[in-house]
């Protein structure tokens, strides 16, 4: 079961809890980023025999692991992603939809191993709106340590704003990273070259 982050994995989890001790043939395994290796480890375990396995997932599942014995996949559609606002230039957490292509990635988790159905929560206009990929996490986060490492890497001869980015981060976001590393002392004004406090950094 995909949804969008640890807050409705929890909830989802303890309004499933009483049913599957009731019956005693569900086990409910939660997974995401925030886990230890040893409990992400769990939804990998056979469950007992005549128990189904249940697995409260973010989107940490759609490419990164295959889990053998998976028939049914339940999608939201919704996913969390850290989002920068260069005009604030603060970061946050946000719940949007996902792309096309997660939500495919998404149905390709169910009869990887076996027959499989992938039930998704929202009607097929609304797959349609979605956006075909998801946006690359370059034009989504702050920049300055991706700066600090062209200086470092290319020399002061290189200017971040004009490197052979694959995708190319947003203009404003590249300009409020190199005034930040300007304003504590990473880069020089002016001449915007590395310090050695911004060598240090890198």
Known sequence: VFVAGTHDITTLQAALRPYAAETRRWVVLPLHAGLSAEEQDR???????????????????????????????????????????????????????????????RKGRAGRTGPGKCFRMYAAPQYEAFRPFSLPEIQRV???????????????????????????????????????????GALRWGSEALTPLGAALS
């Open 43 to 105: 939804v990998f375990d056979a469950a007992p025999e005549g128990v189904r396995k249940a697995i409260l997932s973010t989107n940490i599942a759609e490419t990164s692991v295959t889990i053998d014995g998976v028939r049914f996949v339940a999608d939201s559609g919704r996913a969390k992603e850290m989002v920068h606002d260069a005009a604030s230039g603060a970061g946050s957490l946000q719940e949007g939809w996902i792309s096309r292509a997660s939500a495919d990635q």
């Open 142 to 184: 702050r920049l300055e340590s991706v700066v600090l490492q062209i200086r470092a890497l290319a020399g002061d001869g290189m200017d971040p704003r004009a490197f052979g980015f694959i995708d190319p981060p947003p203009d404003d976001a590249m300009e409020g990273a190199v005034i930040t590393l300007c304003q504590v």
